[in-house]
């Protein structure tokens, strides 16, 4: 079994920054990929960001240029920065992990943008 914890959401003025973490209990080099998928009230959860295996990222066109995926394998962490935030990126913020023995998600942390 998997964990995936997350850590850092919060309140945020519109055009702030926050950086997510992602803990995972399993070596990080040992998940085909990992991603970043949100979900705000009333809507479907949608995929973010994904890195694979590799170094290969792809991100959602409304994210591009504001949002950046990483991930430090030494400490088994995913990271999503998150620059000039916007109202519209409200939501919950779920990391998940994609593994040899199956898809794991963390249970998310809450991103509200307002001023």
């Known amino acids: 079994q998997v964990q995936l914890v997350e850590s850092g959401g919060g309140l945020v003025q519109p055009g702030g920054s926050l950086r997510l973490s992602c803990a995972t209990s399993?070596?990080?080099?040992?998940?085909?990929?990992m991603a970043w998928y949100r979900q705000a009230p009333g809507k479907t959860r949608e995929l973010v960001a994904r890195i694979g295996a590799g170094v290969s990222t792809n991100y959602d066109d409304s994210v591009k240029g504001r949002f950046t995926i990483s991930r430090d394998n030494a400490r088994n962490t995913l990271y999503l920065e998150m620059n000039s935030l916007k109202t519209e990126d409200t939501a919950v913020y779920y990391c998940y992990g994609h593994t040899w023995d199956g898809d794991y998600w963390g249970q998310g942390t809450q991103v509200t943008v307002s001023s």
């Open positions: 399993r070596t990080i080099v040992s998940f085909y990929s």
